[in-house]
């Protein structure tokens, strides 16, 4: 016979739940529920919060009216203006559990559907003795302060992968170069961000996304590498090691590693890609999930790409791991070693190896397409799938901040918001910069920061003489206030320059010089000014000639036209010779140079006021 056990412990303020199946004989089970609630439906403006599985397919958190609800995931909350109850599992190893919003609620552990990513069954759990995992009821004012106790508790049960190194702000090649990603952009992004205040203790993050394995070999990783880290700078890089990305015809293929070698392990030095990928309870080889199939990453091969991927990046430099498309290892199946029963058995089995490989080499691992449980295995995770540059990018991301936000600090040591990335619309750029500041974590832009037309274009300016290809290769802008040049370039620190906001140097030190026919012998440089009243703030300074170099104007309110006629008015009632001021050259529309570079300077304008008005510090 069977005993059957179920333990219910009064914690203070929230109870645990614990199912236990004992017998003589082994028991086997794929499903089991370890606490069933009345849900009275009586109670007004009864709402269900819905947590998603993992950040898949741009899946949400979603709230709605209990009655309407679908299944949630891990844990959820049932709330309206009285209070709200919390329900959730504390333990991942074994089960997948769901939160059933029906009449009475039921949490249910073996769940498989479309949103957990299978096509088949929950594995069947099977022992002498089977639990359920341990489950949290609390009550609470609010779902919010709910939220946070459940997260607080399951920190107590897991343990949270910490970091106490510099936090990633940097820059990642996903939305800027996408599969055209190579050492020279990398390398440019690199300098792009050194002369930046973006980073953490004085330290950023240069990161290759996907696709860094397909056209760079090894000698150009490794100078990358080294490049980046010159510059006092961490190179990371991307694996997805648990995905088979092969067409349906390539699956008799010998397996590869991301280098391309083929992968000998003593024991399985034929091996193909249909022997390690996962297969249903009959053998039949299971679908691919986001193009790729997923693997068996129980599988002695699959663990050796992993730990060789990792060993190899590590090996040449890099410092963070972003892992992607981690879900595949958490699919239903049929797997290598008969031991691991279910999908997060297999999850956690391979998950733990890829932690242990990467804490041995140093890097701060960072979990992209993952399950939102269990959080011990990446320092960071994604709160949501991929965030673009459009309001509704932006407002995916919010729904994610907003109903799980309890996630950072409790189950990741960050919750990441993904890339920025702007495209030229000001206001969505502005969105975009906001949402990812409310995320609150680590934050790793991501636009095409290749700057050869950029920098061509200014030193043009700046030298009033169209430059070459060439000379704007060998000359690098410098501002000549900025604190990161007081750090990185104190020789040309000079913040007390009422002339020069912008030099050019090369590496030799050589200054790039204004080259025209009536003009010679004279540094080349930028003034820069920022403004919404330019009539006020430097108007009668360009009429008195006082710079020597010409003056970019970023007209914040669109007031470049008023100024540039009252100049040529002025210029005309002085009888001022007309070669004296030529607006093209002499007063500048920065948008007219460079707009994305305009717009990026007008999202600051916000964050500048706050400074100025005591809101937020420096260091805030």
């Known amino acids: 016979g069977r005993n059957v056990e179920w333990k219910l412990c009064d914690k203070g303020n929230y109870i645990t739940a614990e199912l236990t199946i004992q017998s003589k004989n082994e028991v086997y089970i794929d499903a089991l529920c370890a606490f069933r609630g009345e849900i009275k439906p009586e109670e007004a403006n009864q709402k269900f919060l819905k947590v998603p599985f993992d950040n898949d397919d741009w899946v949400k958190f979603e709230s709605k009216e209990y009655s309407k609800s679908e299944m949630g995931y891990g844990v959820s909350a049932v709330y309206n203006q009285n209070g709200a109850l919390i329900i959730g599992a504390l333990e991942y190893d074994i089960w997948k559990t769901g939160i059933i919003p029906n009449e009475c609620i039921e949490v249910r552990s073996g769940v498989t559907d479309k949103l957990t990513r299978d096509t088949i069954k929950h594995g069947t759990v099977h022992g002498e003795i089977v639990k359920s995992p341990v489950i949290y009821i609390g009550e609470s004012r609010t779902w919010q302060q709910g939220m946070m106790g459940f997260a607080d508790i399951y920190n107590e049960y897991n343990t949270r992968l910490l970091w106490h190194g510099p936090i990633p702000f940097g820059w990642n090649s996903w939305y800027a170069y996408m599969k055209e990603i190579d050492m020279d952009k990398y390398m440019e992004a690199s300098k792009f961000v050194s002369k930046t205040n973006f980073y953490d203790k004085n330290v950023s993050y240069i990161n290759f996304d996907a696709f860094w394995n397909v056209g760079l070999t090894s000698e150009e990783l490794l100078k990358a590498a080294e490049f980046v880290k010159e510059r006092g700078q961490i190179p990371g890089a991307y694996i997805a090691p648990f995905a088979g990305w092969i067409k349906e015809d390539c699956i008799d293929d010998y397996v590869t590693y991301d280098t391309g070698e083929r992968v000998r392990v003593d024991g399985f030095e034929d091996i193909r890609y249909s022997d390690i990928i996962l297969k ?341």
Request: proline share 3%.
């Open 280 to 620: 249903d309870y009959n053998g039949r080889i299971l679908p691919p999930l986001d193009g790729g199939y997923p693997l068996d990453v129980t599988h002695p091969v699959v663990i050796e790409r992993l730990r060789y991927v990792i060993k190899y990046l590590g090996g040449l430099g890099y410092r963070y791991i972003k892992a992607d498309f981690l879900g595949h290892a958490a699919v239903e199946g049929k797997h290598y070693i008969k031991e691991i029963q279910t999908g997060m058995a297999e999850y956690n089995y391979a998950m733990q190896k890829l932690k242990e490989y990467c804490i041995e080499e140093g890097m701060f691992i960072s979990l992209s397409i993952a399950p939102l449980f269990p959080g011990g295995y990446g320092h960071s995770r994604r709160i949501c799938c991929d965030v673009f540059q459009q309001f509704k990018d932006t407002e995916y991301l919010l729904n994610a901040v907003t109903y799980g936000f309890w996630q950072n600090k409790k189950v990741y040591e960050f919750t990441d918001p993904d890339h920025i990335c702007f495209n030229g619309n000001y206001a969505e750029a502005k969105s975009r910069l906001v949402s990812a500041l409310v995320g609150g974590t680590l934050m790793l832009m991501s636009n095409d920061v290749e700057n050869e037309d950029i920098n061509k274009k200014w030193l043009s300016v700046a030298r009033r003489k169209k430059a070459k290809a060439k000379t704007a290769e060998r000359f690098m802008a410098v501002g000549t206030g900025l604190i990161k040049t007081k750090q990185q370039y104190p020789q040309y620190y000079n913040p007390s320059d009422t002339q020069r906001d912008i030099i050019w140097v090369d590496d030799d030190g050589m200054r790039a010089m204004i080259k025209t026919s009536s003009i010679s012998g004279l540094e080349a440089g930028l003034q820069v000014k920022v403004s919404r009243k330019g009539m006020g703030y430097f108007f009668n300074d360009l009429c008195n000639l006082r710079y020597e170099v010409p003056v970019v104007y970023f007209d914040i309110a669109h007031d470049y036209d008023k100024v540039a006629r009252e100049l040529l008015m002025n210029q005309a009632f002085q009888g001022m010779p007309s070669d004296e001021i030529i607006l093209e050259k002499n007063f500048v529309r920065a948008s007219a140079i460079d707009y994305q570079g305009y717009e990026e300077v007008c999202l600051y304008e916000e964050l500048v006021m706050a400074l100025i008005k005591g809101k937020i510090t420096v260091d805030s």
